[in-house]
């Protein structure tokens, strides 16, 4: 298997025991899996190229939808208050935690955003079978940025915050928080293996 005649795109390696083996051909919801270890080798993809980006387009627009409308509102004694992610960010900003404020921030705000622009960027030209400009600095970042993409635990944070303050104020889960739910659950979908099947759908080397 080993050659000039096989192409490093043609091949996957294992990442438990080292073997190398021809990519194979997979149909949708098929899996591949080492002989020597059993380990999964590649999976077949699960959505297509047009299924992704229409996913990624909305969850653009879930985006929009969770920074501009609030999050939570709190009413107490006929006073109201509500909160957007940005005001969350803002209000962390304000005191000696200006750091985490970053953090919070980059994994809730920019992380997602950074990566949905990307996502469309090279989806847009791989559905019609082209290589979008820059297509290996985006694929990379994209990597780089998963980690960095936080929604699923500020979603777990605010859940909790919800169920202890709601034993002392009127708490209301407002249209943002419904739209941050559905935005995690889409940045899941178009962020996985999926994806990064394009570098071989395209013929993209990733050297």
């Given amino acids: 298997m080993s050659?000039?005649?096989?192409?490093?795109?043609?091949?996957?390696?294992?990442?438990?025991?080292?073997?190398?083996?021809?990519?194979?051909?997979?149909?949708?919801?098929?899996?591949?899996?080492?002989r020597r270890c059993g380990a999964l080798l590649d999976r077949g993809r699960r959505l297509n190229t047009d299924q992704l980006l229409a996913l990624t387009a909305a969850a653009a627009i879930l985006f929009i939808?969770?920074?501009?409308?609030?999050?939570?509102?709190?009413?107490?004694?006929?006073?109201?208050?509500?909160?957007t992610l940005w005001a969350t960010v803002e209000a962390l900003a304000q005191g000696r935690i200006t750091l985490i404020a970053l953090v919070t921030g980059l994994s809730i705000i920019f992380a997602p955003a950074l990566q949905i622009l990307l996502l469309g960027w090279v989806l847009v030209y791989a559905r019609?079978?082209?290589?979008?400009p820059g297509f290996r600095i985006c694929m990379r970042t994209l990597e780089h940025l998963r980690p960095w993409s936080m929604l699923e635990v500020c979603l777990l944070g605010i859940l909790v915050a919800i169920i202890k303050l709601a034993g002392m104020l009127q708490v209301h889960p407002g249209v943002g928080l419904w739209a941050m739910a559905m935005l995690t659950v889409l940045i899941i979908l178009i962020g996985g293996r999926d994806v990064r099947q394009l570098w071989d759908e395209l013929g993209v080397s990733q050297q």
């Fill in 128 to 132: 019609s079978g082209r290589v979008a």
């Fill in 65 to 83: 939808f969770a920074n501009t409308f609030p999050i939570m509102g709190i009413s107490m004694q006929g006073l109201n208050n509500e909160a």
């Fill in 3 to 34: 050659g000039p005649e096989i192409s490093q795109v043609q091949l996957v390696i294992c990442e438990h025991c080292d073997s190398v083996y021809q990519r194979p051909a997979l149909a949708r919801k098929q899996t591949a899996h080492c």
